[in-house]
Structures are given as C-alpha cells and as structure tokens.
Antibody
C-alpha cells in the first residue's frame, strides 16, 4: 500500500523558516516524481512545487519561487520542502503528492498533510 | 497561468439522482502529443484529496463506474450517475498542460 506521511509543520513567525518532510513507503520512490500542494484555511488546492524522479527537473509556483526549495533523497524514500522567508499567506496545510513517472499529469496518492501557520 | 473555472460551486443532490460538474480552462489542454491533461479530484470532509479521473476520462484505481469524465479542448465535465452519501465533499478539476492549476472546487452535499 502506498503511504505518504508528512511532518515538520508548526507555528513560525513571518520571515522565519521551516523544513517539511514526506516519508514514502509501499512503492519504488525513486521511480516517481513528487509534488507539494497546499491548501490555505477554507480555500482550495494550490500546487507549490515539483521534482522529477532524479531531481533533474524542478519547478515552483511563482508565489514561492526564490523562497522555497524542494529536494529528495531517494535512498531514504524522502521528499523535503525547505521554506524560507515565510509570509502570512504561506499559512496552509501542505500535502505531498505522488506524480506520474516523470510528470505532474496527475497525483495518484496524497499524504494526510502537515499544517504550517505563519503568524506573529 | 491557465485558469480553471468550475460550475456550480455548490451542488445539493438527492441520493440516487445524477450530478454534473463543469470545468472550463482558459486555453486548450490538448498537448501536441495528443493527450489532454485534465484530472478530477475529490476531497472528502476532513480528508486529503483523492484522484478520481485522469486524462479526461480514465477512472483511477478503485473509483466506481458511477463516476465518468468527458470533454475536450477547454470544456470538461464530471458526471455521477447516481449520487450516494459517500460522494459528499469538494470536487476539483486540475490542468497539467503547464504548471498545475486547480479549479475553485465544487462542494457536493446531500439534500
């Protein structure tokens, strides 16, 4: 069974940093691209970032470009999101989501999410 | 960015009745390879989103055949033949021709 478990969320002041992790199991992690998707309180879904299976292709939403860094460690079946210069508007539940072999065409498995609150 | 627009945003349905959700994109989602990158997701109350439909009309694993997707170009539809209580939640369309963007969501509730 595919499992994705996020961790690392919490309360942080504006301008602060946080590192999210996503532990994957139940599938060959190194074969799949991965994504981060967020959902602000009471709002819809917003894609944040994408990384292909070998970290050769990385993309970000304009809203986080230059502040967030996605990475992965295939040997440890782990996905990360380093978030710097956090703003109030980054407050959201952050989900990791499995993409297809090397694209973002659809996300077939999602974690339970980790909550990030940016507030002074 | 490609803008995705769903309608209606709120959909009350009587159990056993059909339901339909529309999704329009601001530009065609047809790739030069012939594929159209439109997917549908359902987020049940208190849960993470789950994939329902990909590439316009392909049901994800385990999705009942009551759910079907159709459309082309810029206009897409998700249909449920007979709504059940377990179908409540927010439905999102998503394009993946370019950097993924989601529709605003359609909240389906049982009357």
């Amino acid at each position: 069974e595919v499992q994705l478990v996020e961790s690392g969320g919490g309360l942080v002041h504006p301008g602060g940093s946080l590192r999210l992790s996503c532990a994957a199991s139940g599938f060959r992690f190194s074969d799949y691209s991965m994504n981060w998707v967020r959902q602000a309180p009471g709002e819809g879904l917003a894609w944040v970032s994408y990384i292909d299976s070998s970290s050769g292709a990385i993309y970000y939403a304009d809203s986080v470009k230059g502040r967030f860094t996605i990475s992965r460690e295939n040997a440890k079946n782990s996905l990360f999101l380093q978030m710097n210069s956090l703003r109030d508007e980054d407050t959201a539940v952050y989900y990791c989501a499995r993409g297809t072999v090397n694209s973002w065409h659809y996300f077939d498995s999602w974690g339970q999410g980790t909550r990030v609150t940016v507030s002074s | 960015d490609i803008v995705m627009t769903q309608s209606p945003l709120y959909l009350p349905v009587t159990p056993g009745e059909p339901a339909s959700i529309s999704c329009r994109s601001s530009q065609s989602l047809l790739h030069s390879n012939g594929y159209t990158y439109l997917a549908w997701y359902l987020q049940k109350p208190g849960q993470s989103p789950q994939l329902l439909i990909y590439l316009v009309s392909n049901r994800a694993s385990g999705v009942p055949d009551r759910f079907s997707g159709s459309g082309s170009g810029t206009y897409f539809t998700l249909k449920i033949t007979r709504v059940e209580a377990d179908d409540v939640g927010v439905y999102y369309c998503k394009q993946a021709l370019q950097a993924p963007t989601f529709g605003q969501g359609t909240k389906l509730e049982i009357k």
